[in-house]
């Protein structure tokens, strides 16, 4: 339950208002997920007056403010083919006009496409205070010991990556049950990033070229049952969605 609410046009004062113990206060990007009901007191810091809403490419990187909504992202032309498959399946059109790039990265558990396709890119954090930067990937799995205080101003993602982005869900609009994203630089680096799973998308594989990525993502999977599927399902089509990414990657134009 949100109990305070605040909107600071300065960063400075948000990061004050984030260091506070009592209550205990967080940033709020498009609330999506801070609205719903809750038992948890929660205050809050609304980031929508601190201009951290901009995208803008830099040389090889396209940097995205932490509070970018979804849907502009998804309107970029710069953005990845793979990752804007990946955010039209994570929400609809209302949500993703309210969700922001980083409250959708904090909230992701292991069925988020968003958050799938995004691992496969390596993208840069830059945390405040003190503008530090981190891979999305080191804090994912420590989200609740390393993000409490903190705000999240500054996601990069690298431009020249080809990402496609494959799943198999019980409805084409249902969260996957598997997906797969792979990004493939022009040096050959490869990652593989598996979601529809646990509590967060899983790495299968970050090599220097394509090769092993199908046996990656089987052996990734291998143990991931749930009531949903079971972990042999999961594997073999871990295993097929990745030759589809490798598949289409072919087919898209260098970048
Ligand atoms: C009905 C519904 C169902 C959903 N189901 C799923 C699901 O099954 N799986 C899934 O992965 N997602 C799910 N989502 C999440 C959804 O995809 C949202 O797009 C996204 O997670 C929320 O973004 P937001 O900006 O609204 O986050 P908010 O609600 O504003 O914040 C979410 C969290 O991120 C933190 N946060 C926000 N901005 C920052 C920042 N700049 N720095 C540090 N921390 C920050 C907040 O403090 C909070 O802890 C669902 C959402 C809805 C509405």
């Given at each position: 339950?949100?109990?305070?609410?605040?909107?600071?046009?300065?960063?400075?004062?948000?990061?004050d208002l984030l260091a506070r113990k009592e209550p205990v206060t967080v940033p709020l990007g498009g609330g999506t997920v801070l609205n719903q009901p809750s038992e948890?007191?929660?205050?809050v810091v609304d980031l929508q007056s601190l201009g951290l809403n901009l995208i803008q490419s830099r040389g090889r990187t396209l940097?995205?403010?932490?509070?970018?909504?979804?849907?502009?992202?998804?309107?970029?032309?710069?953005?990845?083919?793979?990752l804007k498959a990946a955010i039209r399946h994570e929400a609809t059109y209302n949500i993703r006009q309210a969700a922001t790039v980083a409250g959708?990265?904090?909230?992701?558990?292991?069925?988020?496409?968003?958050?799938?396709?995004m691992l496969a890119l390596a993208p840069e954090?830059?945390?405040?205070?003190?503008?530090?930067?981190?891979?999305?990937?080191?804090?994912?799995?420590?989200?609740?010991?390393?993000?409490?205080?903190?705000?999240?101003?500054?996601?990069?993602?690298?431009?020249?990556?080809?990402?496609?982005?494959?799943?198999?869900?019980?409805?084409?609009?249902?969260?996957?049950?598997?997906?797969?994203?792979?990004?493939?630089?022009?040096?050959g680096r490869t990652r593989v990033v598996l979601g529809g799973y646990g509590e967060a998308p899983l790495?299968?594989?970050?090599?220097?070229?394509?090769?092993?990525?199908?046996?990656?993502a089987q052996d990734a999977y291998r143990e991931a049952g749930d009531p949903w599927a079971s972990a042999e399902y999961r594997s073999?089509?871990?295993?097929?969605?990745?030759?589809?990414?490798?598949?289409?990657i072919k087919e898209q134009p260098a970048r």
């Open positions: 339950m949100i109990i305070e609410y605040h909107r600071p046009d300065e960063l400075v004062a948000a990061l948890t007191e929660v205050a940097d995205l403010g932490a509070a970018a909504t979804l849907q502009s992202l998804l309107d970029a032309p710069e953005v990845p083919l793979g959708a990265l904090v909230a992701a558990d292991g069925r988020s496409p968003f958050a799938t396709a954090l830059t945390l405040q205070p003190g503008d530090e930067k981190v891979l999305y990937g080191e804090v994912l799995p420590l989200r609740d010991e390393k993000l409490p205080g903190c705000l999240i101003t500054r996601v990069a993602i690298p431009l020249n990556v080809q990402l496609a982005y494959q799943y198999v869900a019980r409805a084409p609009a249902d969260l996957p049950i598997v997906c797969a994203a792979v990004a493939k630089w022009p040096s790495l299968a594989m970050d090599g220097p070229n394509p090769q092993g990525a199908i046996i990656a073999d089509v871990a295993a097929t969605l990745t030759q589809r990414c490798l598949d289409e």
